[in-house]
């Protein structure tokens, strides 16, 4: 399915995103279009390529219900959004190193050789680690899945908002998740923006960064 997107400029887009409460409730995300901007976010980048996230899209009057007493103080998103995007991190995601690698090899984009390697050395790795660093994994490749999934979705003429306000301990189970294996990460509202957003300052790079 191919899509022209609504915002091509990319200066606009990072310049103009909004943290964005009240959406349009009457704009629903068709799930075709949905999928297409999940698809696109997951060209971010993650360790050896294991694309630990996993995402809830909890669009249905039922699943916001069911989500609204742990999202705390941001019922106003989950009420008006299209949708909200419950972003997890796979602890055990390396169950699908071989099939990433294998289609990488099937498309001509890694050599039979290499996907060997990785199996064979990447995997082990993985499953020997402590949950404590899968954890470091899975937070950070995650989390940048959902910077670009942020960015992606003002492309295709929405907004969103990160959350990270919610009751963590209960979010995988209340949607059917085993909590052992998926940790939350993050939260993110998506919609037609019905508020313009405040704008906020930045600290320069005088202030955040250094040369050595």
Not at 38 to 50: D, F, H, I, W
Request: overall charge negative; aromatic content about 10%.
């Amino acid at each position: 399915m191919t899509h022209i997107f609504i915002n091509n400029d990319f200066y606009n887009i990072i310049d103009r995103r909004r943290s964005i409460r009240a959406y349009d409730p009457a704009v629903k995300i068709p799930k075709d279009e949905m999928q297409e901007i999940l698809r696109q976010a997951a060209k971010a980048p993650s360790s050896v390529n294991m694309q630990p996230w996993r995402v809830v899209v909890v669009e249905s009057d039922e699943a916001k219900q069911t989500l609204r007493p742990l999202i705390r103080f941001n019922t106003k998103q989950n009420d008006t959004s299209s949708a909200m995007l419950l972003l997890f991190g796979d602890l055990l995601c390396y169950e699908y190193g071989e099939d990433i690698y294998d289609q990488a090899v099937q498309e001509g984009k890694m050599p039979e050789e290499v996907r060997d390697h990785q199996l064979n050395t990447i995997v082990p790795l993985y499953e020997g680690l402590p949950k404590s660093v899968m954890h470091d994994i899975v937070q950070i490749d995650t989390s940048l899945y959902a910077m670009q999934l942020m960015l992606v979705a003002r492309a295709y003429g929405y907004d969103t908002n990160p959350i990270g306000g919610f009751e963590k301990d209960k979010l995988a189970s209340a949607f059917g998740l085993d909590p052992n294996r998926y940790e939350p990460v993050m939260v993110l509202s998506i919609g037609k923006a019905e508020e313009t957003g405040y704008e906020s300052v930045r600290l320069a790079p005088e202030v955040f960064a250094e040369w050595k």
